[in-house]
């Protein structure tokens, strides 16, 4: 996962950078779109930070 990601994203994760990544976007899930569909979330999420 941490190699496809990081390809996709043209970034390079350590796996505490990949575990402190999810975590952050569990906690945002959970704050800012409660109920929303996570791979969607998680996915806009990521390509405002990494594009």
Known sequence: MKE???S???ADFS???LTY???RLDK???LNAPGA???DYYA???L???L
């Open 44 to 46: 806009k999420q990521l």
């Open 21 to 23: 990544l999810l975590v």
């Open 48 to 50: 405002n930070w990494y």
């Open 37 to 39: 569909y996570w791979p």
């Open 8 to 10: 996709l994203l043209n």
């Open 4 to 6: 496809k990601l990081g």
């Open 28 to 30: 945002g899930l959970a």
């Open 15 to 17: 796996k505490s950078e």
